[in-house]
Nanobody
Framework: EVQLVESGGGLVQPGGSLRLSCAAS????????MGWFRQAPGKEREGVAL???????TYADSVKGRFTISKDKAKNTLYLQMNSLKPEDTAMYYC??????????????????RGQGTQVTVSS
């Protein structure tokens, strides 16, 4: 059974930083395309960042230069380092995984597996 468990969300002031983690189990972590998505109340789901088996990455324009996606294969863990956070980054953040390579998926793709999410709130 595939399980993705996110952690690291919370309340942070504008300009602050957070690091999200996603512990993966039940899948060949190193072979999957992994990603972070977010959804704010009343808004559509948005792809934030993707990373493939070779650690090639894709970012949404809204987070380029501020967010960094990475993974630790030994720990089967995906990360999202978020810096210079803005109020518009407030959302539920989800970790996701898919067997398709990065060339076949994009930030708008519905991934096969998704975690329960962790809330990020950016407010003063």
């Amino acid at each position: 059974e595939v399980q993705l468990v996110e952690s690291g969300g919370g309340l942070v002031q504008p300009g602050g930083s957070l690091r999200l983690s996603c512990a993966a189990s039940g899948l060949p972590f190193s072979s999957f395309t992994m990603g972070w998505f977010r959804q704010a109340p009343g808004k559509e789901r948005e792809g934030v960042a993707l990373i493939d088996r070779e650690s090639s990455t894709t970012y949404a324009d809204s987070v380029k230069g501020r967010f960094t996606i990475s993974k630790d294969k030994a720990k089967n863990t995906l990360y999202l380092q978020m810096n210079s956070l803005k109020p518009e980054d407030t959302a539920m953040y989800y970790c996701a995984a898919d067997t398709r390579p990065l060339d076949w998926v994009g930030l708008k793709t519905e991934f096969a597996y998704r975690g329960q999410g962790t809330q990020v709130t950016v407010s003063s």
